[in-house]
């Protein structure tokens, strides 16, 4: 009975490797049979989709360069306004000192 087991699975054995033998086989034809069509294809139709590339770029230039430039033109504000905010109480004593210094007489000389 092990003797059939064993002859079983050396028979399901060889035509795993048989099927999968002639699977890459009709694999190996038909990439060599339609390469000719395969490079015709790409040959014809890469240019169409570096035409149709540019376009998509064009007009997601065309959409989204006005809201980069908001973008862009609100950063700086932001950045700005962050370099400003700690020197207020400075600004004020500058500003304190100088409405001190226009409002006092000049010295004469």
């Known amino acids: ?3 059939l087991l064993a002859l079983l699975a ?3 054995a060889i035509g795993l490797a ?3 033998a002639i699977t890459m086989l009709v694999k190996a034809v038909l990439w060599a049979v339609f390469l000719p069509l395969r ?3 790409w040959l014809l139709f890469l240019p169409l989709l570096l035409v149709f590339k540019l376009l998509v770029g064009i007009v997601l230039l065309v959409v989204a360069g006005p809201i980069v430039l908001v973008a862009i ?3 700086i ?10 020197l207020l109480p400075l600004f004020f004593i500058g500003f304190v000192v100088w409405l ?4 006092s007489k000049p010295a004469l000389a």
Do not use: D, I, N, Y
């Open 1 to 3: 009975m092990m003797g």
């Open 39 to 41: 490079l015709v294809f």
């Open 18 to 20: 048989g099927l999968f």
């Open 77 to 86: 504000l932001a950045a700005l306004a962050a370099l400003a905010v700690p």
């Open 10 to 12: 050396v028979l399901t």
């Open 73 to 75: 033109v609100v950063s």
């Open 100 to 103: 001190l210094m226009k409002s």
